[in-house]
């Protein structure tokens, strides 16, 4: 179940992908930077929900959905926020228009 009603306009929700866990502690701004760095990778990510305006104007058959695994634009990454939906999940948000494509 869902930990919201709807997501608006073109905005998507991507689940976050595994990290792995780490015994060295980092400074804020190391952190960041590491992130940036591993958002620029990220080729396949699962789309986790899609915005009530994302498909509008769309054949069906190009249409993303939850569960599709999709390709960010790279220089995409440093527009995606990170949204906390409950302690035990949380999803990387951008706009439809990041999507470069849809894997098979």
Do not use: C
Not at 10 to 17: A, D, F, K, Q, V
Not at 27 to 44: N, T, V, Y
Not at 54 to 62: L, W
């Amino acid at each position: 179940m869902k930990e919201f009603k709807q997501l608006r306009g073109t905005r998507i929700y991507l689940e976050m992908p595994e990290e792995p866990k780490s015994l060295l502690h980092l400074d804020d701004e190391s952190k960041l930077a590491i992130e940036a760095e591993k958002m620029k990778k990220w080729g396949r990510l699962t789309v986790y929900a899609v915005g009530n305006s994302v498909n509008a104007g769309v054949d069906e058959e190009f249409h993303i959905k939850e569960g599709d695994v999709v390709m960010i634009d790279p220089t995409a990454a440093s527009k995606i926020v990170k949204i906390p939906l409950s302690e035990d999940v949380e999803v990387l948000m951008l706009s439809s228009f990041d999507i470069a494509h849809i894997w098979k």
